[in-house]
Structures are given as structure tokens and as C-alpha cells.
């Protein structure tokens, strides 16, 4: 599944994914048609409206063995959510249960699933760690993502101070109440450009809208990663 | 930031709460520390998780025989010569406060602090009805002094920083003070020590009261809970009918996390039981005891979506690891009660359509959930209380819209196609050094302060047939 945002803003993530799926011997597929997982109307408030969107959602991938997202929140969306939204229909129900529990956010996959910490990537600089609000206290995962980092060649992962508070991305909160979630940005990214690192990784495409439009913006020599893009380039390359 | 004014929309009360830099000095500190403390009070008491386990269950158990619990609590204090009152609103609330002040010829109350008088703002009815009220709580003296309400729920005063606090007492107590919170607290202890002996009434409010024993319990740091409750005549405690458990072991369940849950002690510096007014034979306590036992829009919520927000023990954790309260604070969100379980509450009180802008002030983070002492899921709360404004219509026709069309967007492939399509053409004017950094209507709300990524030149979909054939390429 690589998301509405991954899909238009950040195909190189979902290609990095991709690669590094493959170099770890996963058969990726891409199921077609797909779109967006709902959730901008499921926190709005909107739920008819994001359960029509996980009805189809649900359908797209019937036939895959695991369904790997590089994206906390949509990850916590489609495991923890999807069935709720969907009880009125008992068959619809019993496909987003069965969909739920073979869905994975990508570290979680690696880790969890195939069992690696060291995917043979390497990566020149040191870098930070951002836990995503729905990757950390959604599907209750902070360690994944630091021992994938930790295993990259190269990499020397530097803890940020704070790593657990929102970036203010928060979907539609960021231009709902604009000049909030940019004072929580702004908190953020002090503590990442005060950390000395090169790039801040996260797993999540909303955080990395939020922290990579506000980088750029100051200028910052720090750079916005998805974790896929640290582990995809192979060591030998 | 001072009074709540209303007549402001929320992001307008926001953007002045961010300005503010005294605020954002002494917000900053202030839930800095809270989230410390708590963190270290939690992290060396493993028991901690299961006690919030059975503080949850214990509420919830409650709520279900909520009548009976009342009805043995009210027997309990009556059987002790207290008297109980029941409120169905917060105006029959205020009022009976103001009929025992008539009937006794009250003059003068010193109060503890309490947020159900908060609540139903019983110090300007008390004014207006020419009692004198006399807040004893350091914070809440505070905020009296200077003509402002509560900003935290157990940290009144937790905008000011101590440089303003001081500035405050020199003025309205005459002299020159300076600005350390030890002398500070010395001139207020001064102020006040008159006035708990002089008062005719002793008003709190109540953490919890135990049905089994009929105990009303107040915690608090400063000990003047004590003396409110112990010098003045007359003791009426005013309580959300919520907060009754069943016994003196639940009390225990709950005060061993509240505390911890609050400021991070294991118990907070005095807990005060009361139990009836002064017996025969006992030297001290009040001659009445008075418990007002307030329903004002709670029980209605037994049954309805806001029902987890009646477990809520007040103890302001939430408040403290809010990204959005600690870049706020309490005033900018306009009610009694701030925060994220605020939120739930002032939609409990006031209804649905006074948190129209409210409910979307939090990015759902989840820290909330995580902190509070028993568990509420804040987030979804926040989420079905949206899903209310939507329902019934109280969002915006423009944003039900937008909202409606983006479902039509996600169901339709080729219309999420056609849409990356037409932002790639409309982008172009935009793009600078590959980033788009000043757009028009909502986006530019974005743009302002953030830049955005384009739509890119090829979407991941149009990519997948060359990654296909890259897997071609690699087999051997």
C-alpha cells in the first residue's frame, strides 16, 4: 500500500521500499486503483464517508499475503480502525479483520516479520529519529525503526531530545489552526537542528510533509528522510 | 490573554495566546516539568499501570449504578448530621449556595480550590449577592487578585511567570515584592491567615466522596483545604455527581495515581477526609456541613458518546503533554475547562455546537490518552465529537463540501488520477528550486510558514511499470 501522499509527493519513497523489499527477497506486488486510506475524513469527523473509502480499500488487496505501508498513520488506520468502520456489514466486517492483521508499517514488517535489523544498506552522516504519533503510540512501536537505523552502515543514529512529541502535522489540524502547528514545528525542529545530524528520519509522509516543508523553508542543512530511503541503498553500491 | 473573550474566534484567541511571550515563557517551563515529574513518578512504581486498570474499571463500575452510590453517600452524610442537596443545573447549584448564605447571614467565604465552582461561576454570583469570596489556593489567589480565570486545571495560574506575580502583588497589596515564589507564598500566607478566621463559610469543591463512609475528600498541596474546611462554621462542598465512588479501598486505588498523575508525588501534601460536621465532643470542624451534589448536563452523558469524559479525575495531565495546550495554554480555548479533555467536557456542559472550532483543536497525537490516570480515549472522543458536527450539520456547508468531494476523489482512481494531473499543470507558476512555497486559498495556510512538496513529475503508479521491469531485469 504506498498511500495517497507517498503516491503523489513521494513516489522516490515507495520506490526505495520497493528495492529494498526486493533486495531482501519479498515478491512485491502493486495492486492498482489504490488511492487513500481514508483517514483525512475518519479525523474529521467524517466516518460514513471513510468507511465508503475502507469498503474499497479492503477490497484491493483480498489477494496479498502481507500488505506493507510505509506510513505509520495509515498502517494504524487500516489496522485499527477499518473494522469498526465496516461492522455494519458482517462480510465487510470479516475482510478488514483479515486485512488488519496482515497489514504492516514497513519497520515493523522487517523487524517483526523477517526478522532483520541489518538490511545491508549504508548511509554516510548521522541521523535523528522521529517518532510518529501513530507509529509510536497508535501501534506502540519506538524500537523497529531504531534498530534498523542502528544496523545501516555508516549511520550514526543520534537520539532527539523530545522524539516523542507531535511534529503538528495532525492531517487537516496543519491548516485548520495553521499558525499552532507550526509553533509545535517550530519546537521540533529546534530540537532536531540541535541534535548536529544531517537528516531526520521518520516513518510516516504527514510528519515528513510537515518537518521537510518547515527544513526547507529555514533553510536548514538537516534533511527530511523516510526511513525506506536511509536502508534502500545496498552497501556494496 | 486575560479573560476569555469569547467575542474572538478561537484561532484569533490562539494567535494572541502565541504572541504572548510571558505566556510562552511560563507555559513552557511550567509543562516541561509537570511531563518530568510525572514521568519519574510513574517510572519507579510499577504497580502504577495495573491501579490505572482498576482506578478505569472502578469509574466505570460506578457510572453503572450511579443512583445507587448517590443515594448511599447522601444517606451516609445525612446519617452524620450533614445536609445534601441535590442540582440538577449549575444555576440551582449556584443558588442553593447563595440561599445558605442568606439564611445564615454569611459575609465572608474563603474558598479551596475547586473547579465546579469554576464551574458555575459562583464568586460573581457571590459578589453580586454581597458575599465576599476569598480564594485561599496560592494560584487561585492569584488569579483573583488579577480579575482572571483558571488557565490549568490544577495550575490556575500557570501563565504568569513569577516576574508578573510579583508585579501583581505589589500593586494590589501595596509595598515592593520581589520576585521569588518563597516570599511570594509568605505575603500571600500573611494576606490570608486573617481571613480563614474571619470567614463565615468554607467553601471546596471534592476529589472524591466515598459512598460507603460518606467521606468527602479534598486534595491539595498548600494546607488550606484544612482550614477551609475545619475554621469557618459553615462547610459546603459543591461536586459533579461523577466523582462518588463506593469505598475507602477505591480511594486508595485513586490516590495513588492522581497525585502521581498531577504533579508527580506520590501523594500530594495533605489529603483531607471529612466525615459529617463537628460530632458531639470533638473540639473542631464546622458546626454544618453542606454537599451539593450537581448533575449540570452529566448524567445525561451515562448514556451518550461523551460518557469515558465521567471517569475524568481532573488531575491536568492532559493538559500538560498537549502540543496544543502547551503552545496556548488555557485561556485561548475560552471555558472553564482547557485542554484536550476540556474539549469533552465544555461539549458536555455547554453542547455540541460550542466546540465547533474546538473539537479540531488537536492533531489527535494520542498524548493525552497515554498520560491520563485512567485511561480515557481522548483522541476518539475528539473524533465521534467531529463526527457529531457533521451529523447534525453544526460543521460548515463549505467544509461538509470539501469533505464529500475528497470521498469522491478517494473512491475514483481515475478521478485521484485526473487530480494529481490538474495539480501538476496548476502547480507550474508556483514551483520554486523544486518546492512550491506561496500558494493560493487554503493552501496558502500551508505555505505561509511551511513549504510543500509538488506533485511529482511521475506518481508512484506511473513509476510501478519500469519498477516491474527492474524485477525483470535482476532475474537471473
Same mark, same amino acid.
Given at each position: 500500500?504506498?498511500?495517497?501522499?507517498?503516491?503523489?509527493?513521494?513516489?522516490?519513497?515507495?520506490?526505495?521500499?520497493?528495492?529494498?523489499?526486493?533486495?531482501?527477497?519479498? &515478491?512485491?506486488?502493486?495492486?492498482?486503483?489504490?488511492?487513500?486510506?481514508?483517514?483525512?475524513?475518519?479525523?474529521?469527523?467524517?466516518?460514513?464517508?471513510?468507511?465508503?473509502?475502507?469498503?474499497?480499500?479492503?477490497?484491493?488487496?483480498?489477494?496479498?499475503?502481507?500488505?506493507?505501508?510505509?506510513?505509520?498513520?495509515?498502517?494504524?488506520?487500516?489496522? &485499527?480502525?477499518?473494522?469498526?468502520?465496516?461492522?455494519?456489514?458482517?462480510?465487510?466486517?470479516?475482510?478488514?479483520?483479515?486485512?488488519?492483521?496482515?497489514?504492516?508499517?514497513?519497520?515493523?514488517?522487517?523487524?517483526?516479520?523477517?526478522?532483520?535489523?541489518?538490511?545491508?544498506?549504508?548511509?554516510?552522516?548521522?541521523?535523528?529519529?522521529?517518532?510518529?504519533?501513530?507509529?509510536? #503510540?497508535?501501534?506502540?512501536?519506538?524500537?523497529?525503526?531504531?534498530?534498523?537505523?542502528?544496523?545501516?552502515?555508516?549511520?550514526?543514529?543520534?537520539?532527539?531530545?523530545?522524539?516523542?512529541?507531535?511534529?503538528?502535522?495532525?492531517?487537516?489540524?496543519?491548516?485548520?489552526?495553521?499558525?499552532?502547528?507550526?509553533?509545535?514545528?517550530?519546537?521540533?525542529?529546534?530540537?532536531?537542528?540541535?541534535?548536529?545530524?544531517?537528516?531526520?528520519?521518520?516513518?510516516?509522509?504527514?510528519?515528513?510533509?510537515?518537518?521537510?516543508?518547515?527544513?526547507? #523553508?529555514?533553510?536548514?542543512?538537516?534533511?527530511?528522510?523516510?526511513?525506506?530511503?536511509?536502508?534502500?541503498?545496498?552497501?556494496?553500491? | 490573554?486575560?479573560?476569555?473573550?469569547?467575542? #474572538?474566534?478561537?484561532?484569533?484567541?490562539?494567535?494572541?495566546?502565541?504572541?504572548?511571550?510571558?505566556?510562552?515563557?511560563?507555559?513552557?517551563?511550567?509543562?516541561?516539568?509537570?511531563?518530568?515529574?510525572?514521568?519519574?513518578?510513574?517510572?519507579?512504581?510499577?504497580?502504577?499501570?495495573?491501579?490505572?486498570?482498576?482506578?478505569?474499571?472502578?469509574?466505570?463500575? &460506578?457510572?453503572?449504578?450511579?443512583?445507587?452510590?448517590?443515594?448511599?453517600?447522601?444517606?451516609?452524610?445525612?446519617?452524620?448530621?450533614?445536609?445534601?442537596?441535590?442540582?440538577?443545573?449549575?444555576?440551582?447549584?449556584?443558588?442553593?449556595?447563595?440561599?445558605?448564605?442568606?439564611?445564615?447571614?454569611?459575609?465572608?467565604?474563603?474558598?479551596?480550590?475547586?473547579?465546579?465552582?469554576?464551574?458555575?461561576?459562583?464568586?460573581?454570583?457571590?459578589?453580586?449577592?454581597?458575599?465576599?469570596?476569598?480564594?485561599?489556593?496560592?494560584?487561585?489567589?492569584?488569579?483573583?487578585?488579577?480579575?482572571?480565570?483558571?488557565?490549568?486545571?490544577?495550575?490556575?495560574?500557570?501563565?504568569?511567570?513569577?516576574?508578573?506575580?510579583?508585579?501583581?502583588?505589589?500593586?494590589?497589596?501595596?509595598?515592593?515584592?520581589?520576585?521569588?515564589?518563597?516570599?511570594?507564598?509568605?505575603?500571600?500566607?500573611?494576606?490570608?491567615?486573617?481571613?480563614?478566621?474571619?470567614?463565615?463559610?468554607?467553601?471546596?469543591?471534592?476529589?472524591?466522596?466515598?459512598?460507603?463512609?460518606?467521606?468527602?475528600?479534598?486534595?491539595?498541596?498548600?494546607?488550606?483545604?484544612?482550614?477551609?474546611?475545619?475554621?469557618?462554621?459553615?462547610?459546603?462542598?459543591?461536586?459533579?455527581?461523577?466523582?462518588?465512588?463506593?469505598?475507602?479501598?477505591?480511594?486508595?486505588?485513586?490516590?495513588?495515581?492522581?497525585?502521581?498523575?498531577?504533579?508527580?508525588?506520590?501523594?500530594?501534601?495533605?489529603?483531607?477526609?471529612?466525615?459529617?460536621?463537628?460530632?458531639?465532643?470533638?473540639?473542631?470542624?464546622?458546626?454544618?456541613?453542606?454537599?451539593?451534589?450537581?448533575?449540570?448536563? #452529566?448524567?445525561?452523558?451515562?448514556?451518550?458518546?461523551?460518557?469515558?469524559?465521567?471517569?475524568?479525575?481532573?488531575?491536568?495531565?492532559?493538559?500538560?503533554?498537549?502540543?496544543?495546550?502547551?503552545?496556548?495554554?488555557?485561556?485561548?480555548?475560552?471555558?472553564?475547562?482547557?485542554?484536550?479533555?476540556?474539549?469533552?467536557? &465544555?461539549?458536555?456542559?455547554?453542547?455540541?455546537?460550542?466546540?465547533?472550532?474546538?473539537?479540531?483543536?488537536?492533531?489527535?497525537?494520542?498524548?493525552?490518552?497515554?498520560?491520563?490516570?485512567?485511561?480515557?480515549?481522548?483522541?476518539?472522543?475528539?473524533?465521534?465529537?467531529?463526527?457529531?458536527?457533521?451529523?447534525?450539520?453544526?460543521?460548515?456547508?463549505?467544509?461538509?463540501?470539501?469533505?464529500?468531494?475528497?470521498?469522491?476523489?478517494?473512491?475514483?482512481?481515475?478521478?485521484?488520477?485526473?487530480?494529481?494531473?490538474?495539480?501538476?499543470?496548476?502547480?507550474?507558476?508556483?514551483?520554486?528550486?523544486?518546492?512550491?512555497?506561496?500558494?493560493?486559498?487554503?493552501?496558502?495556510?500551508?505555505?505561509?510558514?511551511?513549504?510543500?512538496?509538488?506533485?511529482?513529475?511521475?506518481?508512484?503508479?506511473?513509476?510501478?511499470?519500469?519498477?516491474?521491469?527492474?524485477?525483470?531485469?535482476?532475474?537471473?
Amino acid at each position: 500500500m504506498i498511500t495517497c501522499l507517498g503516491d503523489m509527493f513521494f513516489p522516490e519513497v515507495g520506490v526505495a521500499m520497493v528495492r529494498l523489499l526486493r533486495r531482501l527477497g519479498v &515478491t512485491v506486488e502493486f495492486p492498482e486503483g489504490q488511492t487513500c486510506c481514508g483517514m483525512p475524513l475518519f479525523n474529521s469527523g467524517y466516518h460514513h464517508d471513510a468507511a465508503v473509502v475502507a469498503a474499497r480499500t479492503v477490497g484491493l488487496f483480498a489477494g496479498a499475503e502481507h500488505v506493507i505501508v510505509p506510513s505509520g498513520s495509515c498502517a494504524w488506520m487500516v489496522k &485499527t480502525e477499518y473494522p469498526g468502520l465496516l461492522q455494519h456489514d458482517p462480510a465487510l466486517k470479516a475482510a478488514a479483520e483479515a486485512l488488519a492483521k496482515k497489514t504492516y508499517e514497513l519497520s515493523q514488517f522487517l523487524v517483526d516479520v523477517l526478522g532483520v535489523t541489518d538490511v545491508g544498506s549504508s548511509f554516510r552522516g548521522k541521523a535523528t529519529y522521529h517518532d510518529s504519533c501513530h507509529l509510536l #503510540r497508535g501501534l506502540g512501536e519506538s524500537t523497529a525503526p531504531r534498530k534498523l537505523l542502528k544496523g545501516v552502515k555508516g549511520c550514526e543514529l543520534v537520539e532527539l531530545p523530545g522524539s516523542d512529541e507531535c511534529c503538528g502535522f495532525g492531517g487537516a489540524f496543519s491548516v485548520r489552526l495553521p499558525e499552532v502547528s507550526t509553533a509545535v514545528l517550530d519546537k521540533k525542529l529546534a530540537n532536531a537542528e540541535g541534535t548536529g545530524v544531517d537528516c531526520l528520519v521518520a516513518c510516516d509522509a504527514g510528519c515528513l510533509m510537515q518537518m521537510g516543508g518547515g527544513l526547507t #523553508r529555514r533553510g536548514s542543512r538537516v534533511r527530511a528522510l523516510h526511513l525506506a530511503q536511509v536502508l534502500a541503498p545496498a552497501e556494496d553500491a | 490573554v486575560s479573560d476569555p473573550s469569547l467575542g #474572538r474566534s478561537f484561532p484569533a484567541r490562539a494567535h494572541a495566546a502565541l504572541e504572548d511571550a510571558h505566556l510562552q515563557e511560563a507555559l513552557g517551563i511550567a509543562t516541561t516539568k509537570f511531563i518530568g515529574l510525572r514521568k519519574e513518578a510513574f517510572a519507579g512504581f510499577p504497580a502504577g499501570e495495573a491501579l490505572r486498570d482498576r482506578a478505569r474499571a472502578i469509574k466505570e463500575g &460506578t457510572l453503572q449504578q450511579l443512583d445507587r452510590h448517590l443515594g448511599r453517600l447522601a444517606d451516609r452524610i445525612e446519617g452524620l448530621g450533614g445536609h445534601v442537596h441535590w442540582a440538577a443545573t449549575g444555576d440551582e447549584a449556584r443558588e442553593i449556595v447563595l440561599r445558605l448564605c442568606r439564611d445564615k447571614g454569611v459575609r465572608m467565604a474563603v474558598k479551596s480550590k475547586s473547579m465546579a465552582t469554576e464551574e458555575i461561576e459562583l464568586n460573581d454570583a457571590l459578589e453580586a449577592a454581597g458575599v465576599k469570596p476569598v480564594e485561599t489556593d496560592l494560584g487561585e489567589y492569584i488569579i483573583q487578585l488579577a480579575h482572571e480565570k483558571p488557565s490549568h486545571i490544577i495550575a490556575p495560574a500557570i501563565h504568569k511567570t513569577k516576574g508578573q506575580v510579583a508585579d501583581l502583588f505589589s500593586k494590589e497589596l501595596g509595598g515592593r515584592f520581589e520576585a521569588d515564589p518563597e516570599v511570594l507564598t509568605a505575603v500571600a500566607r500573611k494576606e490570608l491567615r486573617q481571613k480563614f478566621l474571619d470567614a463565615d463559610m468554607g467553601i471546596t469543591g471534592a476529589n472524591f466522596a466515598v459512598a460507603e463512609t460518606g467521606t468527602i475528600v479534598l486534595v491539595t498541596n498548600e494546607g488550606n483545604g484544612r482550614m477551609v474546611t475545619s475554621l469557618p462554621r459553615i462547610h459546603v462542598a459543591v461536586m459533579g455527581m461523577e466523582k462518588v465512588i463506593p469505598t475507602m479501598t477505591d480511594l486508595m486505588v485513586f490516590l495513588a495515581i492522581l497525585a502521581r498523575s498531577a504533579t508527580g508525588q506520590k501523594l500530594s501534601s495533605y489529603t483531607t477526609l471529612v466525615r459529617g460536621p463537628r460530632q458531639p465532643g470533638e473540639s473542631e470542624g464546622p458546626e454544618e456541613l453542606h454537599l451539593i451534589l450537581m448533575d449540570n448536563g #452529566r448524567t445525561r452523558q451515562i448514556a451518550g458518546t461523551l460518557r469515558e469524559a465521567l471517569y475524568c479525575l481532573r488531575c491536568g495531565a492532559c493538559l500538560n503533554v498537549c502540543p496544543v495546550y502547551r503552545q496556548i495554554g488555557g485561556h485561548a480555548y475560552g471555558y472553564t475547562y482547557p485542554g484536550p479533555i476540556g474539549i469533552l467536557l &465544555t461539549a458536555m456542559l455547554k453542547g455540541a455546537a460550542s466546540v465547533k472550532d474546538l473539537a479540531h483543536a488537536s492533531s489527535l497525537c494520542g498524548a493525552c490518552k497515554d498520560v491520563c490516570p485512567v485511561r480515557i480515549d481522548i483522541p476518539r472522543m475528539l473524533v465521534d465529537l467531529r463526527s457529531q458536527l457533521d451529523r447534525e450539520k453544526i460543521a460548515s456547508w463549505r467544509e461538509r463540501t470539501l469533505f464529500r468531494a475528497a470521498r469522491r476523489i478517494m473512491t475514483s482512481p481515475g478521478l485521484f488520477r485526473l487530480g494529481a494531473a490538474l495539480g501538476r499543470v496548476a502547480q507550474k507558476p508556483f514551483v520554486r528550486n523544486g518546492r512550491l512555497r506561496r500558494l493560493p486559498l487554503f493552501l496558502g495556510e500551508w505555505t505561509r510558514t511551511r513549504d510543500l512538496p509538488p506533485v511529482a513529475a511521475r506518481t508512484f503508479s506511473e513509476r510501478w511499470p519500469e519498477l516491474q521491469q527492474e524485477k525483470e531485469l535482476e532475474r537471473p
